[in-house]
């Protein structure tokens, strides 16, 4: 039974943006804008109703442009503002996870000029390596929209990165929220040991392990091991169906690890949004929420689980090149609002646009 705050906080949650304010979060990227030379702020903005604003790409920058402002053709000031933009954005945790992944894309040029001193792959190889211009400075900021009149997005992506928030009528959404992580384990240099999305990995494995051979058999997919997410940009999948193990079907414990892993995810974003998407699992229930896994159990293993449910979707992917089970990629989506959509129908029947 819901206590009279639990109630309290729905609504609040409810009626006021999901509780986060957006007026704190405009003032933000305000503040960021205002840091960016005035002749370069047409690289900065585009038109909300852009086809591209719900376009995304985990793929570096080498393969697939961004459009927006270079994170590393940022002045230092502009760099304050935007990690200010972001710590107002994120909880600590999202806010390091990001942190982790730009700076890993300097690391990974490293990774594989090691490798290929060791003979891991062929000259071909190590050019193709070359074209993809991995590196912290490339991420790319833009903003959709006009500031001062909703609805407007703000768009963060790169390699392993993109952040997609959209403010509408004073409530705000921020999937998809795409994470990934190459490589998953550091095995060189002084970074030796270093594990991004760590917890994602290891949350999954336990509940699978924590699983009995009967539950096994409705968890694990008979499917071939995908080589990505299957919600990926561009891909010929799609999910039609829910798959895996029905929550209903799990022990007290087995649920209390499923619930471990879905705040994992949920933990990465500002304590409100953590609050929101909390409260709209209870309230569905943790019963109707289906998990799914494919491939290896241990880690150092290739491997692939889906946290599916009305509400949302979780897919985590780890598929390695040179290790197995060493480059991950992650997605949280909602399943009504990513990129605003439910928000937006609402917004569009009450409002009148040229």
Do not use: C
Request: a negative charge; aromatic letters at 12%; glycine letters at 6%.
């Amino acid at each position: 039974m819901k206590t009279l705050g639990s109630i309290f906080l729905v609504l609040f949650s409810v009626l006021g943006l999901q509780a986060q304010s957006t007026v704190d979060l405009k003032s933000k990227v305000n503040t960021f804008v205002e840091t960016i030379e005035a002749d370069k702020r047409d690289l900065l903005f585009r038109d909300f109703d852009a086809p591209e604003r719900t376009e995304w790409t985990n793929l570096p920058v080498g393969l697939a442009a961004r459009p927006g402002i270079r994170y590393g053709d940022f002045t230092e000031k502009s760099r304050i503002a935007f990690h200010d933009l972001l710590i107002t954005l994120l909880s600590s945790q999202g806010y390091l996870k990001v942190n982790n992944i730009m700076h890993l894309d300097d690391y990974l040029l490293e990774v594989y000029e090691i490798a290929y001193d060791k003979g891991l792959f062929d000259a071909s190889s190590k050019a193709e390596i070359d074209t993809l211009e991995w590196g912290h400075g490339n991420y790319y900021v833009s903003i959709w929209g006009d500031l001062e009149s909703d609805p407007w997005s703000l768009k963060f992506e790169g390699h392993h990165v993109s952040l997609n928030i959209t403010v509408i009528d004073e409530k705000l959404t921020m999937t998809p929220l795409f994470l990934g992580s190459d490589p998953a384990l550091v095995r060189e240099t002084k970074f030796a040991g270093l594990r991004s999305l760590s917890k994602e990995e290891d949350y999954g494995l336990e509940l699978i392990n924590m699983l009995t051979d009967e539950q096994k058999q409705k968890a694990i997919f008979s499917e071939d091991l995908p080589k990505d997410i299957i919600t990926a940009p561009g891909a010929e999948q799609r999910l039609t169906k829910f798959q895996g193990i029905k929550g209903a079907d799990l022990s007290e414990d087995q649920k209390e690890q499923l619930e471990f892993i879905i705040m994992e995810y949920i933990g990465s974003l500002e304590r409100d949004q953590q609050d929101y998407y909390q409260d709209l699992i209870q309230t569905t229930g943790l019963d109707e929420v289906y998990f799914g896994w494919i491939g290896g159990t241990q880690r150092v293993t290739d491997h692939y689980y889906i946290i599916n449910s009305p509400d949302i979707l979780i897919e985590y992917d780890n598929v390695g090149w040179i290790y197995k089970g060493d480059h991950i990629h992650t997605i949280f989506r909602d399943k009504k609002n990513d990129f605003a959509e439910d928000l937006l129908k609402k917004h569009y029947r009450t409002h009148k646009h040229e």
